[in-house]
Protein backbone atom coordinates (compact mmCIF):
# COMPACT_ATOMS: atom_id res chain seq x y z
CA UNK A 1 0.00 0.00 0.00
CA UNK A 2 1.16 3.67 -1.25
CA UNK A 3 2.30 5.46 2.21
CA UNK A 4 1.28 2.72 4.25
CA UNK A 5 3.65 4.05 7.23
CA UNK A 6 1.76 7.60 6.95
CA UNK A 7 -1.62 6.42 5.95
CA UNK A 8 -1.44 4.29 9.65
CA UNK A 9 -0.35 7.03 11.24
CA UNK A 10 -2.67 9.19 10.47
CA UNK A 11 -5.54 6.83 12.04
CA UNK A 12 -3.46 6.56 15.27
CA UNK A 13 -3.38 10.56 15.64
CA UNK A 14 -6.78 10.87 14.36
CA UNK A 15 -7.96 9.05 17.48
CA UNK A 16 -5.38 10.61 19.40
CA UNK A 17 -7.14 13.96 18.45
CA UNK A 18 -10.79 12.50 19.80
CA UNK A 19 -9.08 11.19 22.96
CA UNK A 20 -7.31 14.40 23.86
CA UNK A 21 -10.36 16.33 23.54
CA UNK A 22 -8.95 18.43 20.48
CA UNK A 23 -11.89 17.43 18.03
CA UNK A 24 -15.95 15.82 18.17
CA UNK A 25 -16.81 13.10 15.70
CA UNK A 26 -15.44 13.36 12.47
CA UNK A 27 -14.03 17.19 12.73
CA UNK A 28 -10.25 18.32 12.56
CA UNK A 29 -7.88 17.13 9.67
CA UNK A 30 -4.42 15.57 9.50
CA UNK A 31 -1.80 15.59 6.44
CA UNK A 32 1.94 13.92 6.10
CA UNK A 33 3.91 14.92 3.14
CA UNK A 34 6.28 12.35 2.28
CA UNK A 35 8.99 14.33 0.58
CA UNK A 36 10.85 11.68 -1.11
CA UNK A 37 8.08 10.03 -2.90
CA UNK A 38 6.32 13.59 -3.27
CA UNK A 39 3.05 12.57 -1.98
CA UNK A 40 0.55 13.29 0.74
CA UNK A 41 -1.09 11.32 2.80
CA UNK A 42 -4.59 13.24 3.84
CA UNK A 43 -7.53 11.92 6.29
CA UNK A 44 -10.83 11.59 3.99
CA UNK A 45 -13.75 13.67 4.66
CA UNK A 46 -16.64 12.58 6.89
CA UNK A 47 -14.85 9.56 8.75
CA UNK A 48 -15.20 8.97 11.64
CA UNK A 49 -11.96 8.59 13.51
CA UNK A 50 -12.60 5.10 14.93
CA UNK A 51 -13.24 3.42 11.76
CA UNK A 52 -11.39 4.94 9.77
CA UNK A 53 -8.72 2.30 8.62
CA UNK A 54 -5.13 3.41 6.98
CA UNK A 55 -6.33 2.45 3.21
CA UNK A 56 -9.56 4.77 3.55
CA UNK A 57 -6.38 7.58 4.17
CA UNK A 58 -6.41 9.40 0.53
CA UNK A 59 -3.05 9.71 -1.13
CA UNK A 60 -2.81 12.80 -3.37
CA UNK A 61 0.06 14.35 -5.52
CA UNK A 62 0.75 18.20 -4.53
CA UNK A 63 -1.64 19.50 -6.92
CA UNK A 64 -4.41 17.28 -5.03
CA UNK A 65 -5.03 14.75 -7.82
CA UNK A 66 -6.35 11.76 -6.12
CA UNK A 67 -3.25 9.10 -6.35
CA UNK A 68 -4.18 6.34 -4.07
CA UNK A 69 -7.68 5.30 -2.29
CA UNK A 70 -11.35 5.32 -2.86
CA UNK A 71 -12.64 7.86 -0.67
CA UNK A 72 -12.66 11.72 -1.26
CA UNK A 73 -10.00 14.15 0.62
CA UNK A 74 -10.71 16.40 3.39
CA UNK A 75 -12.69 19.26 2.75
CA UNK A 76 -9.82 21.50 4.00
CA UNK A 77 -7.43 20.37 1.10
CA UNK A 78 -6.30 23.16 -0.10
CA UNK A 79 -5.05 24.38 3.47
CA UNK A 80 -2.84 21.31 3.89
CA UNK A 81 -1.26 21.56 -0.10
CA UNK A 82 -0.56 25.47 0.70
CA UNK A 83 1.17 25.03 4.17
CA UNK A 84 2.58 21.71 2.97
CA UNK A 85 3.88 23.57 0.05
CA UNK A 86 5.06 26.97 1.02
CA UNK A 87 6.91 25.51 4.37
CA UNK A 88 9.81 23.33 3.08
CA UNK A 89 10.67 23.14 6.35
CA UNK A 90 7.32 21.14 7.90
CA UNK A 91 6.04 17.24 6.99
CA UNK A 92 2.40 17.37 8.49
CA UNK A 93 -0.23 19.65 9.15
CA UNK A 94 -3.15 19.18 11.76
CA UNK A 95 -6.28 21.37 12.07
CA UNK A 96 -8.59 20.95 14.96
CA UNK A 97 -11.90 23.41 16.47
CA UNK A 98 -10.26 22.28 19.51
CA UNK A 99 -12.90 24.39 22.02
CA UNK A 100 -9.84 27.14 23.81
CA UNK A 101 -7.79 27.77 20.81
CA UNK A 102 -11.17 28.14 18.49
CA UNK A 103 -12.88 30.57 21.63
CA UNK A 104 -10.11 33.13 20.80
CA UNK A 105 -9.94 32.39 17.22
CA UNK A 106 -14.06 33.66 17.40
CA UNK A 107 -13.25 37.30 19.50
CA UNK A 108 -10.43 37.47 16.09
CA UNK A 109 -7.85 37.61 18.97
CA UNK A 110 -3.91 36.57 18.67
CA UNK A 111 -2.53 34.44 21.60
CA UNK A 112 -0.13 36.13 23.19
CA UNK A 113 2.60 34.77 25.60
CA UNK A 114 0.78 34.31 28.41
CA UNK A 115 2.65 31.08 29.64
CA UNK A 116 6.11 29.90 28.02
CA UNK A 117 4.33 26.99 26.22
CA UNK A 118 3.07 29.13 23.47
CA UNK A 119 7.22 28.97 22.57
CA UNK A 120 5.71 25.63 20.85
CA UNK A 121 4.35 28.29 18.04
CA UNK A 122 6.71 31.04 18.48
CA UNK A 123 6.37 34.40 20.76
CA UNK A 124 2.56 34.24 20.31
CA UNK A 125 0.10 32.56 17.77
CA UNK A 126 -0.94 34.68 14.90
CA UNK A 127 -4.70 35.02 13.27
CA UNK A 128 -5.55 34.21 10.03
CA UNK A 129 -8.51 36.53 8.73
CA UNK A 130 -11.55 34.62 8.02
CA UNK A 131 -12.94 33.22 4.78
CA UNK A 132 -15.17 30.41 3.88
CA UNK A 133 -14.04 26.98 5.05
CA UNK A 134 -12.78 24.66 1.95
CA UNK A 135 -11.89 27.85 -0.32
CA UNK A 136 -8.17 28.72 -1.76
CA UNK A 137 -8.88 32.16 -0.24
CA UNK A 138 -8.78 30.60 3.28
CA UNK A 139 -5.67 28.86 2.27
CA UNK A 140 -3.88 32.14 1.21
CA UNK A 141 -5.15 33.95 4.31
CA UNK A 142 -3.06 31.08 6.74
CA UNK A 143 0.17 30.42 4.41
CA UNK A 144 0.18 34.54 4.66
CA UNK A 145 -0.41 34.49 8.59
CA UNK A 146 1.13 31.67 9.76
CA UNK A 147 5.04 32.99 8.55
CA UNK A 148 7.42 31.00 10.28
CA UNK A 149 5.09 30.15 13.13
CA UNK A 150 4.07 27.05 14.07
CA UNK A 151 0.72 27.38 14.63
CA UNK A 152 -2.37 29.60 13.62
CA UNK A 153 -5.83 30.72 14.49
CA UNK A 154 -8.56 30.80 12.02
CA UNK A 155 -10.73 33.71 12.67
CA UNK A 156 -14.65 32.01 13.47
CA UNK A 157 -12.94 28.61 12.56
CA UNK A 158 -10.73 26.72 14.56
CA UNK A 159 -6.29 26.30 14.55
CA UNK A 160 -3.70 24.95 12.31
CA UNK A 161 -0.61 23.79 13.51
CA UNK A 162 2.26 22.48 11.75
CA UNK A 163 5.97 19.97 12.51
CA UNK A 164 9.00 18.47 10.78
CA UNK A 165 6.55 15.64 11.77
CA UNK A 166 2.98 14.33 12.94
CA UNK A 167 3.83 13.56 16.14
CA UNK A 168 5.06 17.27 16.32
CA UNK A 169 2.31 19.37 14.94
CA UNK A 170 -0.16 17.05 17.32
CA UNK A 171 2.08 18.51 19.94
CA UNK A 172 1.82 21.97 19.03
CA UNK A 173 -1.90 21.98 18.95
CA UNK A 174 -2.30 19.95 22.33
CA UNK A 175 0.13 22.25 24.06
CA UNK A 176 -1.73 25.55 22.67
CA UNK A 177 -5.03 24.13 23.45
CA UNK A 178 -3.83 24.22 27.22
CA UNK A 179 -1.95 28.19 26.84
CA UNK A 180 -5.15 29.03 25.39
CA UNK A 181 -7.25 27.60 27.95
CA UNK A 182 -5.16 29.78 30.59
CA UNK A 183 -5.21 32.86 28.27
CA UNK A 184 -9.06 32.42 28.85
CA UNK A 185 -8.83 31.72 32.61
CA UNK A 186 -6.62 34.69 33.41
CA UNK A 187 -8.59 37.07 31.16
CA UNK A 188 -11.90 35.74 32.93
CA UNK A 189 -10.40 37.07 36.65
CA UNK A 190 -7.90 39.90 35.58
CA UNK A 191 -5.19 40.92 32.82
CA UNK A 192 -2.52 38.34 32.56
CA UNK A 193 1.31 39.17 32.33
CA UNK A 194 3.05 38.60 29.18
CA UNK A 195 6.45 37.11 28.30
CA UNK A 196 8.71 39.53 26.83
CA UNK A 197 9.75 38.84 23.24
CA UNK A 198 13.03 38.44 24.35
CA UNK A 199 12.48 36.13 27.09
CA UNK A 200 10.27 33.71 24.18
CA UNK A 201 13.62 34.42 21.94
CA UNK A 202 15.15 31.95 25.12
CA UNK A 203 12.34 29.55 25.28
CA UNK A 204 12.17 29.09 21.64
CA UNK A 205 15.85 27.86 21.41
CA UNK A 206 15.38 25.81 24.33
CA UNK A 207 12.72 23.87 21.96
CA UNK A 208 15.40 22.69 19.93
CA UNK A 209 13.05 20.63 17.58
CA UNK A 210 9.54 21.71 16.36
CA UNK A 211 7.31 21.01 19.29
CA UNK A 212 9.26 18.10 21.40
CA UNK A 213 11.47 19.32 24.00
CA UNK A 214 13.22 16.81 25.85
CA UNK A 215 12.04 17.14 29.35
CA UNK A 216 9.51 20.23 30.67
CA UNK A 217 10.67 21.57 33.89
ZN1 LIG B 1 -12.28 23.40 10.15
Not at 43 to 54: A, W
Not at 58 to 84: A, C, Q, R, T
Not at 132 to 151: D, F, H, K
Amino acid sequence: MLLQQEREEIVVFGRKLISSNLTTGSGGNLSIFNRHLGYIAIKPTGVDYFLMKPEDVVVIDPEGKIVDGKLKPSSEVSLHLGLLKARQDIHAVVHTHQVYATTLACLNWEIPAVHYLVGFSGNKVPLAPYATYGTPELAENIVRSIGQYNACLMANHGIVTVGADLNAAFNVAEELELVARLYYQTKCIGEPKILSDQEMEVVTKKFATYGQPVSLP
